[in-house]
């Protein structure tokens, strides 16, 4: 399965929260993301800083990119530590 089938399309009216209303409703949020099988995007002063996915998508998701990409890639891609490389860094390096 591609990562694209698994995703829909991320829905700009309920699909963006703002961090302090993920923080006080993240349940809800959560079960919403499970529920429509859709990512919800959390801003910090308007600029995207995370997802909200399901975790069964997430595992999709990471199994489609551990196909993708050298095991190297995977180790930085998923560490624990923040690292200065992006997803987009990790495959132009390929």
Known sequence: ??????????DLNQGVVPITKAASSLASLIKRSHT?????????KGYPTGVILDVELFTALRQSAERKLSPGDMDQLFATETTSNSVED????E
Do not use: A, D, F
């Not at 429509?36 to 910090?44: D, K």
């Open 1 to 10: 399965m591609e990562s694209k089938k698994l995703i829909g399309e991320v």
């Open 36 to 44: 429509y099988q859709q990512p919800i995007v959390v801003t910090q």
């Open 90 to 93: 990790l495959v132009e390096q």
